[in-house]
């Protein structure tokens, strides 16, 4: 039986993030949703509507995907872009447990730039409630986790993972998702607007239960890391399609 996860590839993942320059906007994100939660709590106070809008609307539709997409196609998409992926795909390691140990990475950089931020930014908000930033925190963590098994089956299906990412999010998260109500039923930000309901003590999106946005981010989570899985396993030694 194959261990789940490889420190080694873990290490690479690391490198790969953090040694191109897309790893500086992970800096960048969390000190913009820091900088505007501080304008926002000097301006207006401890004001909820104002907060709840500053981190749903920069947090989890912004903040947390971004960051998502550039830690996980920073992951897999330069390797199989340059050919190097053929050196990790001829050794003797589970393709999942490739795929796992990659999206640890990504998931640790999403808890880091995305979760602790939104976290911190929300117990700025609103200092005198700790749960609307707990609240918050939670969402975006399942939220974050959905979208990097996402990004991480669009970085093995096309080698512009990263635009093919951001049309998604400009269009169906943000464009479609402010027009068309049906879209939230599918939309990965409001499971995590959801999911945050209950805790933060909020109303961000109509008709849309806890319950359901948990299982949808599940299914979202399984199915993205079988499906990178396969496709992965799918690919020859010379890293080409």
Request: aromatic share 8%; proline share 3%.
């Amino acid at each position: 039986m194959s261990v789940a996860f490889s420190t080694t590839v873990a290490r690479i993942g690391m490198h790969s993030v953090f040694g191109r320059r897309r790893g500086v906007l992970l800096f960048v994100l969390p000190v913009v949703l820091l900088g505007l939660a501080l304008l926002v709590r000097l301006l207006v106070g401890e004001d909820e509507m104002a907060a709840r809008h500053t981190l749903y609307g920069l947090g989890l539709v912004v903040v947390v995907p971004l960051v998502a997409l550039l830690a996980t196609t920073g992951l897999l998409a330069p390797e199989i872009d340059d050919g190097s992926i053929a050196y990790l795909l001829a050794k003797p390691i589970s393709r999942y447990t490739i795929v796992l140990s990659k999206l640890a990475v990504a998931s640790a950089c999403v808890v880091a730039f995305a979760v602790v931020p939104v976290l911190a930014a929300g117990l700025l908000l609103r200092t005198s409630d700790p749960r609307f930033g707990l609240g918050f925190a939670l969402g975006a963590l399942a939220g974050g986790l959905a979208y990097c098994a996402l990004f991480a089956l669009l970085s093995v299906l096309t080698r512009h993972a990263v635009v093919v990412g951001l049309i998604y999010l400009l269009i169906w998260e943000s464009l479609l998702g402010g027009l068309l109500d049906g879209v939230r039923w599918l939309s990965v930000s409001r499971w995590s607007a959801a999911i945050a309901e209950p805790v933060a003590q909020v109303s961000l999106v109509d008709k849309l239960g806890a319950g359901y946005a948990v299982v949808a981010t599940a299914v979202v989570i399984v199915l993205g890391v079988w499906l990178t899985g396969r496709r992965l396993r799918a690919f020859n030694l010379t890293g080409d399609e």
